[in-house]
């Protein structure tokens, strides 16, 4: 099992950097790649600036990524998280898939799947609400979801 894949995502269902430090951070991000067959994990973090707690389980995790570009893809899978930071505010999130992958390349992401993502966030991102994978989110990130399918457009 692998303990990165349930940290990536469990982390990313409770807190992330806001899209221009991801930006800044991310443009001379070397390329890496890693692989999961099956995954589990819950732990607390305190680090930097966020706070939160996750579980996560799954089968089947792929990610690749080189500077602002990135490619990911999940099995069934199931987390939830809480957490607070001062990038993305607080949030609380459950989320269930049956499979997804998204593509990222800079300001311009997209997901397909199947899934149901059910919580609430507010802070500086915006406001983001879903219920069972069809929701919005408000702000700097601008997304639209429907059965864990979403667009986003980061504005800055």
Do not use: Q
């Not at 991000?29 to 996560?56: N, Q, S």
Request: positive net charge; glycine residues 16%; aromatic residues 8%.
């Amino acid at each position: 099992m692998s303990k990165k894949a349930a940290r990536k995502v469990g982390k990313d269902v409770c807190v992330s950097d806001p899209e221009f430090i991801k930006f800044v951070k991310n443009i001379e991000r070397p390329g890496k790649a890693f692989a999961a067959g099956t995954y589990a994990g819950a732990d607390a973090f305190d680090e930097d600036d966020k706070v939160g707690v996750y579980a996560a389980a799954g089968v089947g995790y792929s990610r690749a990524e080189w500077s602002v570009f990135d490619a990911e893809a999940k099995g069934p899978n199931a987390s939830a998280g809480a957490g607070l930071s001062l990038g993305s505010g607080a949030r609380a999130m459950a989320r269930a898939e049956l499979a997804s992958a998204s593509a990222g390349a800079g300001p311009l992401k997209a997901e397909v799947g199947l899934g149901v993502d059910t919580g609430v966030g507010v802070g500086p991102r915006g406001v983001e609400a879903k219920f069972l994978g069809t929701g919005f989110t408000i702000g700097p990130t601008t997304s639209i979801s429907l059965l864990g399918n979403t667009v986003s457009l980061k504005l800055w």
